[in-house]
């Protein structure tokens, strides 16, 4: 087998695992849970085939002039793949945490910075070497820079606090950032050791497309097999991660504080009136009796 002949078979491999990940994500309604999600193996699927006909058709000598067409459909693509991977990240985030509302919506704040912060370094580090409607490729590839740093923080966010957050190996939640994880990880290695001029066809490109083969593999595997139900976390009050809840829970709700400490002003003003009761009911025995 010739390798370019081997790397039409991997990539339309890679097609059939992106059509059977969205069939059985659609089919086990994980669409409802996370729907960007869902949206990106949508246009996954969509995209791919106009895709492939668009090179296919500027790849010939009378179709020349159709690679504009293809330059813009395919970065505008990119650019909506790497929007809605921020969104997919914080579905995650969101379910890994929706046992602790405090902590998530706390975390969803500190999120939201993180994601901005990660967006303006990525921006001021790019060179913007290329002119015209050329500079698309570089804030295409930054924008994804970012997203695929992202990813990598949240899994490993996710594989240090599994245990506090009882969230089991085989939640789907883990299983999409594992394979995101895996993807960036091959982005940032594998793109890093491949020569700008690579043949589609060089050994690193195997290996590249081998990797996100593995990464669907995961993927498939998790929406296949029956998930676990979560069932509700019970913790004992002196918990760090309960009491780190409670205190996220109350940041920001004045109106909590008002609501604890109303009950006790009157369970206080209640015994200071009973106990003058009591020294009124005395005296007045007394004096009877002296009477």
């Given amino acids: ?17 992106w059509v059977v990940l969205a069939f059985l994500f659609w089919k086990k309604g994980l669409h409802r849970r996370f729907p960007s999600m869902g949206a990106y193996l949508a246009l996954r699927v969509a995209s791919a085939p106009v895709l492939f006909a668009a ?4 790849s010939q000598p009378w179709g020349r002039n159709y ?17 809605l991977l921020f969104f997919v990240c914080m579905e995650v985030f ?11 919506k706390l ?3 500190i ?6 912060a990660s967006v303006i370094v990525t921006f001021s580090s790019i060179s913007f070497a290329h002119r015209g409607f050329l500079v698309i490729t570089d804030f295409s590839l930054g924008l994804m820079r970012s997203v695929s740093i992202l990813e990598l923080c949240l899994l490993a966010f996710l594989c240090l606090s599994m245990n506090a957050l009882r969230l089991p190996v085989r939640d789907v939640a883990f299983g999409i950032a594992l ?21 589609l066809t060089a050994p690193l490109q195997f290996v590249y497309e081998s990797v996100i083969l593995v990464a ?24 760090t991660i309960y009491r780190w809840n409670e205190i996220a829970s109350a940041l920001g709700h004045t109106g909590t504080q008002v609501a604890v400490q109303q009950p006790a002003n009157n369970f206080f003003l209640t015994d200071v009136e009973n106990v003058v009761e009591r020294v009124l009911t005395r005296n007045l025995k007394k004096r009877e009796s002296v009477g």
């Fill in 67 to 83: 690679f504009l067409v293809y330059f813009f459909a395919y970065w505008a693509v990119y650019i909506a793949s790497a929007v």
């Fill in 216 to 239: 669907l593999g995961i993927w498939v595997a998790y929406a296949a097999l029956p998930e676990p139900a979560r069932k509700p976390v019970v913790m004992p009050a002196s918990s």
């Fill in 55 to 58: 090179l296919t058709i500027q």
């Fill in 94 to 104: 969101r379910s890994a945490l929706s046992a602790f509302p405090g902590l998530m």
């Fill in 179 to 199: 394979g995101f994880g895996v993807m960036s990880t091959n982005d940032f290695v594998v793109v890093s050791l491949m020569s700008h001029n690579a043949s």
């Fill in 111 to 116: 999120f939201h910075w993180a994601v901005l």
């Fill in 1 to 17: 087998m010739s390798s370019q002949l081997a790397m039409s078979v991997m990539s339309g491999a890679e097609f059939l695992l």
């Fill in 107 to 109: 975390g969803v704040v």
